[in-house]
Each structure stands twice: as C-alpha cells, then as structure tokens.
C-alpha cells in the first residue's frame, strides 16, 4: 500500500503568483485533509474533503485559497495571489472512514511553499 | 473549544536515558481522540498511536509507552532506552466530533550519543 504523496515536494515563487498543489492520498481512503504548518507551529487544519465532498473549511482559508476533490480521489489547494505570510508547510492527510468512527489520518511528506 | 498544550518546547538527553513528553488536553465532546505524531527531520508526520477517550489503558509498544488519565487531561509519552535515531519532534493532538486534528506545538526532543 503506498503512502500519501503531495507534488510537489518544494516550491518558490513571486509574491502575486498563483500556486496549485496536488495530493494523491493512500487509495480507498475516502476523506482527504489539509493542514498548515509554520515554523516552529504544530500543523492547522484548512480543510477536509470526503470523496469529493468539501465538509468543512477553516476561517484560516481565506478566499484566496482554494481546494478542490474533483473525483473523489486526489485533490488540489490552489492560492492566488500569494503573500509572503503564504510560506510554510502544507500537508494533507488521507483516512478511511467507515462510519461514524474516526479513523487514523496519515500524512504525506508536504509541500514546502516559499514566497519571495 | 479544544486544545492541546504541550509545555516542554525542548528536550535534551544523552542516549538510553528514559523521557516522557508531556501533553496536556481541553474539550467539551464526551466522545474524543488522542494521538501522537513524529516529525523527524525529513519533516513527514508518522502516526505513532491513537487512543479513545472511553479507553484509559495505558499501552506500551516496545521503548514506547503511553499514560492516559482522563482526570488529569493528561496523554504523556514515555520513551525508555532512548536512542540517537528518536530524535525528531513530537507532536499530540486531539479530534472531538468533527474529525479534524487540533495539534499542539510540538516537542523537540534531541538526543546525543
């Protein structure tokens, strides 16, 4: 079973820019997470998907900030109009949930945005 | 509201000592989820354990083991032996009845040879 992966690993780009991240998540997992992290700051969430439904978004997703899950299967962050305050850690997560239980979330390894 | 406290920014300790990583919990849902994450240098989360609040057994897993105690609010995390390759920072966290992770800040625990 392979892992959560996110494309792509690093990113640098211009203040004003727009900007799309990927995440695939481990397959049959049907709800898809993304968080935040800063320097030094344990990870926030932004938003969570199941199959290609958005259940919740953060007041920290400003309307620049867009997610989306298409089919159900992997999903897209995209930022407009990025600003220096935009640079950190995204991480998405991926979990199965059967019912009504929680279930485990695992993470894959990030993209690290960087605006200048 | 929820939220995860964990006071110790920073640990430092000489291989095969043992340290405990204190996490400190607040919410209201009677129902919740407590679980503990490592973030080793490469900087991906690995999933380390995953409690329910109606389960206070504590659990050892290896040089691991974890100490619930609902009437502390308390999900402390006890590495024994410690070895160079535990490095990393550990991170608690907390789910109620939306499934999203409130985590804390985060310890960093460095421990030399």
């Known amino acids: 079973d392979t892992g959560v992966s996110q494309d792509p690993r690093h990113k640098i780009t211009k203040r004003g820019q727009n900007v799309t991240f990927r995440c695939d998540p481990i397959s049959e997992h049907n709800r898809l997470y993304w968080y935040r992290q800063t320097l030094g700051q344990g990870p926030e969430f932004l938003t969570y998907?199941?199959?290609?439904?958005?259940?919740?978004k953060s007041r920290l997703l400003s309307d620049r900030f867009s997610a989306e899950r298409p089919k159900g299967s992997f999903s897209t962050l995209e930022i407009q109009r990025t600003e220096q305050g935009d640079s950190a850690m995204y991480l998405c997560?991926?979990?199965?949930?059967?019912?009504?239980?929680?279930?485990?979330?695992?993470f894959g390894p990030g993209t690290r945005l960087t605006v200048l | 509201a929820q939220k995860v406290t964990q006071a110790q920014t920073e640990i430092s300790v000489v291989e095969k000592e043992d340290v405990t990583l204190d996490c400190v919990y607040e919410t209201r849902d009677t129902t919740y989820y407590l679980f503990w994450y490592k973030q080793p240098p490469s900087g991906e989360l690995v999933f380390l354990i995953r409690r329910n609040s109606f389960d206070e057994q504590n659990e050892i897993s290896g040089r691991y083991s974890w100490n619930f105690q609902k009437s502390t609010s308390s999900f402390n995390f006890t590495i024994t032996a410690s070895q160079v390759v535990d490095s990393a920072v550990y991170f608690c966290a907390l789910s109620g009845n939306t499934d999203k992770l409130i985590f804390g800040t985060g310890t960093r625990l460095q421990v030399f040879p």
């Open positions: 998907f199941q199959n290609e439904a958005q259940l919740e």
């Open positions: 997560a991926s979990s199965q949930v059967a019912s009504a239980s929680v279930y485990t979330q695992y």
